[in-house]
């Protein structure tokens, strides 16, 4: 027991500052692409021939997307890219309330919007969600896990994972939904007592990630979910602990415009 | 271009060959079924084991390929044949061969005559026209469990369904207990829910998104499937990369088992309530993952391999910045784990639960941790040295018992070996570039590769075709033997030590799955 003191007190504390402070991530962590289509080349569309989900729309043309439901945040787009005209920039807000938001173009930050008044009340200041893997390979899983634990800690937003949908405000879904999982998925969601609030957190479970087009999968969970709308979309592959909890406190309108942005880029 | 060397070297009615090299398709013997399984079995007996075992389409019928391992030797063995509708199941005496004949049976529409547990295994679509091998009406409509589980009768005999929807983050599965009171008389574990068309998306490669499917296989081991895809590439390729790639690849390699064995140690003390090392080896494991982002930007390896060598590189300053770091990070972590491998408490729960005897981890062909904890003295980074650990040797570790307390140990062993290693090598790269792509692929050529992942040996089979593209791809993730293991760690056991059995295991089910 004094031994377990004593490391206790040399451990000192552990959670990250952010949202109060901007979050620290490696010097090569990759955020949003960041594009500027004016150093394209003629005609060049290297990054989109590399890319590997096929995210890069009017490669080398002025309305040059990418389309951060696909994106693997990969660096073989940038790798190919013989201007600069693409590199995977620093910002990890990548959250947000529509499918056409994520793609983006440019340089400009992608915020979600909050959820509305009534429902924001309904969930007071707690969310509780049931998650569904859906082939997901364990990456999105892991870090959903990492959200929890004592550097990232959820549970100081009142935000936690419960193991029954009877308990749960809402389901996270990741994976590219295998036509394996389709049921349990869909009978999971039926589970959760409404309103309920639909999340897809990672590439497969927005897009199909690197699997979409199998004949096994469903492509992700809005078509799988058939008709239920999905209230948040979460990229990356997979998406950092601190974009997940970016998402979901922006979801429950706790984060201003600016609070828990990205401290300005490291020379 | 010049065409890459391909072995063809006989030994019998085997093919010899070694991890990563290439050979000719078409000099893998091709003998009688009877010779086959003769074959295949006195190599089990005699103490070899089956890395793989697969099945293709040609010529309308179906060919079975053995990769059989001599682990003392670091040889491999080749050998196929021919089969019909049915032919005599391998697994009726040899049990390490039963999930590979069931996915067979389920791929290619052939039965295993006398297999004793024959049951689908992912509830995946047939790959040719034949009759359902397990005589299901529609078997593209059925999902996993969809057929009679064992089920023991009797008097206060109970059944506990659990999954594929588990309590907490976890992939789907599911498990079926058949107890009598608190004690577990058998577990059937169901995947499949996780099958995504890994290795059918490999096929016809390689293509821009083959390293992230591979990547994805299991995203807890990306940097081992990566790496044993690229490895194969390089081999059909005739490429070997630089000393200095093949160093940071063994550096990712060994971050991602120091991470998943120290979020492990604090999974396994939360499965006994023993708070202090679940919440730090929580925390610490994200130090191993940070780590492994210093190098590619990435917690899990992500975008660090491409075939040829890999696509960061570090100065020399900021190596040794990231050695010293590992090291005081394990220095940390083996304080939080040894908090909990000294507690007397913790260490009863351990012991002597989800025991797995030597013999019985020896006939199912258990690999990595789970099969040295039984006291079998396997690794690949040894027996089948690649890359790297051909020129650096990380001491491998056993323990005998076979219980959670002997998997613990041994995890925790591992941990100490490879930060050494990965602190070494990263005081002392060696110089030089980090590579460059290499040429097409030999055509008509074979090549096995095997990677140590974290949970034990990964296998990869690539076979190109007449162009050199891949025609046949074969996936082998650990935990496709290990499944068993854990299903026979409950036999006798209490049904509330499942949580606690699992994660000593903590198997993969996308990788099971693909």
Redesign the interface.
């Known amino acids: 027991m004094i031994?377990?003191l004593k490391?206790?007190l040399g451990?000192g504390r552990?959670t990250v500052a952010w949202p109060d402070g901007p979050p620290r991530?490696?010097?090569?962590?990759?955020g949003r692409p960041v594009l500027d289509p004016a150093r394209c080349g003629d005609g060049c569309a290297a990054c989109a021939?590399?890319?590997?989900?096929e995210a890069i729309r009017d490669a080398g043309r002025p309305s040059m997307a990418v389309d951060l439901g696909r994106c693997?945040?990969?660096?073989?787009c940038a790798?190919a890219c013989p201007s600069g005209a693409i590199r995977?920039g620093h910002d990890h807000r990548l959250a947000s309330r529509s499918r056409e938001a994520l793609v983006v173009s440019g340089d400009q930050p992608l915020l979600a919007d909050a959820l509305g008044a009534e429902l924001r009340r309904t969930l007071g200041r707690s969310l509780k969600l049931?998650?569904?893997?859906?082939?997901?390979?364990?990456?999105?899983?892991?870090?959903?896990?990492?959200s929890g634990?004592?550097?990232f800690d959820a549970g100081r937003f009142g935000i936690q994972?419960v193991?029954?949908?009877r308990h749960a405000d809402g389901i996270v879904v990741t994976?590219?939904v295998?036509?394996?999982?389709a049921?349990?998925l869909r009978k999971?969601w039926e589970a959760v007592p409404p309103p309920r609030v639909v999340i897809a957190v990672g590439a497969?479970a927005i897009s199909g990630?690197?699997?979409r087009g199998?004949?096994?999968?469903q492509d992700g969970a809005a078509p799988a979910l058939n008709g239920v709308p999905v209230d948040l979309w979460i990229p990356g592959?997979?998406p950092?602990p601190i974009t997940f909890l970016d998402g979901l406190l922006r979801l429950l309108g706790r984060l201003g415009p600016r609070d828990g942005a990205p401290a300005a880029p490291r020379t | 271009m010049e065409t890459p060397a391909i072995s063809s070297r006989r030994a019998g009615d085997v093919l010899e060959t070694w991890n990563g090299e290439a050979v000719d398709r078409a000099a893998i013997p091709v003998v009688p079924i009877a010779r086959f399984r003769a074959l295949v079995l006195g190599v089990l007996r005699a103490g070899g084991r089956l890395s793989a075992l697969f099945g293709r389409e040609e010529d309308g019928g179906v060919v079975l390929t053995a990769v059989l391992a001599d682990d003392p030797e670091g040889r491999l063995g080749l050998v196929s044949a021919r089969v019909g509708a049915s032919y005599p199941a391998l697994s009726s005496e040899a049990p390490a061969a039963q999930a590979f004949e069931r996915e067979i049976a389920e791929q290619l529409g052939v039965v295993p005559e006398g297999h004793p547990w024959l049951k689908p295994l992912r509830f995946e679509p047939q790959r040719r026209a034949a009759p359902d091998a397990f005589g299901r009406k529609d078997p593209r409509a059925t999902i996993p469990g969809e057929y009679p589980f064992f089920a023991v009768e009797g008097e206060e005999v109970h059944e506990v369904a659990v999954g594929p929807v588990h309590a907490g983050v976890i992939e789907p599965g599911h498990f079926r207990f058949q107890c009598h009171g608190e004690r577990v008389f058998h577990l059937e574990i169901v995947l499949g829910y996780q099958h995504r068309g890994a290795e059918a998306l490999l096929r016809g490669g390689p293509g821009r998104r083959s390293v992230a499917v591979a990547e994805s296989i299991a995203g807890d081991t990306a940097v081992g499937h990566a790496l044993a895809y690229v490895k194969g590439l390089e081999s059909l390729a005739g490429a070997t990369p630089p000393a200095r790639a093949l160093a940071l690849r063994g550096v990712a390699l060994e971050l991602e088992r120091v991470a998943n064995h120290v979020g492990d140690l604090g999974a396994l003390a939360n499965d006994v309530g023993f708070l202090p090392t679940a919440s730090y080896c929580g925390a610490l494991r994200a130090d191993f993952l940070n780590a492994s982002a210093e190098l590619c930007g990435s917690r899990f390896g992500r975008g660090l391999l491409v075939p040829g060598g890999v696509r960061f590189d570090l100065g020399a300053e900021e190596a040794r910045a990231l050695g010293a770091r590992v090291r005081a990070s394990w220095e940390k972590a083996r304080a939080a784990a040894s908090l909990l491998l000294e507690a007397p408490s913790a260490r009863a729960r351990f012991e002597g639960t989800g025991t797995v005897t030597r013999e019985v981890a020896a006939e199912l062909g258990l690999v990595g941790p789970a099969a040295r904890a039984s006291g079998l003295d396997r690794d690949v980074r040894r027996d089948h040295a690649f890359g790297i650990y051909r020129f650096v040797h990380v001491p491998v570790t056993t323990a005998d018992s076979g219980d959670v307390l002997a998997r613990a140990l041994v995890r925790f062993l591992e941990c100490e070996r490879s930060v050494e290693f990965t602190a070494g090598q990263l005081e002392h790269l060696p110089g030089g570039d980090v590579g460059a792509a290499p040429g097409p692929l030999a055509p008509d050529a074979l090549v096995v590769t095997l990677v140590e992942g974290w949970r034990g040996e990964i296998a990869h089979v690539a076979a190109t075709d007449a162009a050199g593209r891949l025609a046949t791809y074969k996936v082998k993730d650990p935990s496709f033997h290990n499944w068993m293991g854990l299903a026979m760690a409950l036999r006798d056991g209490q049904i509330s030590d499942f949580p606690l059995c699992n994660k000593s295991f903590n198997l993969s089910y996308a990788g099971h799955d693909l």
Not at chain 1, 25 to 30: K, L, N, Q, T
Not at chain 1, 214 to 217: E, G, L, Q, T
Request: glycine residues 8%; aromatic residues 10%.
């Open positions: 031994d377990i490391f206790r451990y552990q991530f490696p010097a090569r962590f990759r021939d590399a890319c590997p989900t693997l945040f990969c660096p073989d790798a995977l049931r998650q569904v893997s859906a082939g997901g390979c364990n990456g999105c899983e892991a870090e959903l896990n990492a634990n004592i550097q994972f193991a029954s949908p994976g590219p295998s036509e394996n999982m049921l349990a999971t497969c990630g690197p699997f199998s004949p096994v999968v592959c997979p950092h």
